[in-house]
T-cell receptor
Framework: AQSVSQHNHHVILSEAASLELGCNYS??????LFWYVQYPGQHLQLLLK??????LVKGIKGFEAEFIKSKFSFNLRKPSVQWSDTAEYFC???????????FGGGTRLMVKP | EADIYQTPRYLVIGTGKKITLECSQT?????MYWYQQDPGMELHLIHY???????EKGDLSSESTVSRIRTEHFPLTLESARPSHTSQYLC??????????????FGEGSRLTVL
């Protein structure tokens, strides 16, 4: 069975700091990878996704993620965070044949103004 | 903007009560899902449906049941709530391609507390 690990449960940054949230998955085959975000009081929404091709994926609001197959990782990055990035971030994975997404435990990001 | 709605958003009830969490989507999606999430923990899939009259259990065992009589509705029921059922329940749906495209649309969740 596939699993997803997010090592940082809580991250606190000041505005303009750089962000990197770790995500590792366990599955030996071809995978599709996703980052979802949940802003306070709002529903989960898709931030970015990787299916194939360029391992550096760009998403909305200046976020990007890099797929490193050898490390089974799909870390989320943003060069300069804003207060409005305060949210909970979830990494998710499914295999090409699967019909379900497996989510990590989430990372709660707080950006201080 | 997601067109998937959950009610109630918050519910506090006593042990032994029967509860139904409603989920509706207006996107005509065939696939719908229920996830359970405890604070700081992963989202776990507890039920899913690929269409009307289709329901399956997810990877986390749950005492809840679901039904899919109409495409747009996917209610979740607990016949006799217990404190161990206290959690947040998230409903989601997806269209063509399903989770393979990553396009799951989530509701805002129903936070259940059983006293």
């Amino acid at each position: 069975a596939q699993s997803v690990s997010q090592h940082n449960h809580h991250v606190i940054l000041s505005e303009a700091a750089s962000l990197e949230l770790g995500c590792n998955y366990s599955y030996g085959g071809t995978v599709n990878l996703f980052w979802y975000v949940q802003y306070p009081g709002q529903h989960l929404q898709l931030l970015l996704k990787y299916f194939s091709g360029d391992p550096l994926v760009k998403g909305i609001k200046g976020f990007e993620a890099e797929f490193i197959k050898s490390k089974f990782s799909f870390n989320l990055r943003k060069p300069s965070v804003q207060w409005s990035d305060t949210a909970e971030y979830f990494c998710a994975v499914n295999n090409n044949a699967g019909n379900m997404l497996t989510f990590g435990g989430g990372t709660r990001l707080m950006v201080k103004p | 903007e997601a067109d998937i709605y959950q009610t109630p958003r918050y519910l506090v009830i006593g042990t032994g009560k029967k509860i139904t969490l409603e989920c509706s989507q207006t996107m005509g999606h065939d696939k719908m899902y229920w996830y359970q999430q405890d604070p700081g923990m992963e989202l776990h899939l507890i039920h899913y449906s690929y269409g009307v009259n289709s329901t399956e259990k997810g990877d986390l065992s749950s005492e809840s049941t679901v039904s899919r009589i109409r495409t747009e509705h996917f209610p979740l029921t607990l016949e006799s709530a217990r404190p161990s059922h206290t959690s947040q329940y998230l409903c989601a749906s997806s269209g063509v391609g399903g989770p393979s495209t990553g396009e799951l649309f989530f509701g805002e969740g129903s936070r259940l507390t059983v006293l």
